[in-house]
Nanobody, 115 residues
Framework: QVQLVESGGGLEQAGGSLRLSCTASGRTFNLSRMGWFRQAPGKEREFIALINWSSGLPGYRDSMEGRFTISRDKAANTGYLEMNSLKVEDTAVYYC????????WGQGTQVTVSS
């Protein structure tokens, strides 16, 4: 099993930045990849970005690339999502997930962007 814990969410003004962290514990050799998703009130959960845990190669949803940057620190078993130029519509619960089939999920962290 792998446990994921997100942190770094909070309240930020539009135009600001936040960095989310996702720390993994347990059988971290099963990570294979880590991704970030978000779910806004009344909307479906949507994919943001993923990173290959071994190579560090990232991949993004088309609309997310540019303002969002995914990275990871293998030694710390931690993944990151840097979010810049935040918009009100970025308000959502942000989740990290890991494993080839997105087997493992964190509990989510709230990001609220005010105008």
């Amino acid at each position: 099993q792998v446990q994921l814990v997100e942190s770094g969410g909070g309240l930020e003004q539009a135009g600001g930045s936040l960095r989310l962290s996702c720390t993994a514990s347990g059988r971290t050799f099963n990570l294979s990849r880590m991704g970030w998703f978000r779910q806004a009130p009344g909307k479906e959960r949507e994919f943001i970005a993923l990173i290959n845990w071994s190579s560090g190669l990232p991949g993004y949803r088309d609309s997310m690339e540019g303002r969002f940057t995914i990275s990871r620190d293998k030694a710390a078993n931690t993944g990151y999502l840097e979010m810049n130029s935040l918009k009100v519509e970025d308000t959502a619960v942000y989740y990290c997930a890991a494993g080839q089939g997105w087997t493992y999920w964190g509990q989510g962290t709230q990001v609220t962007v005010s105008s």
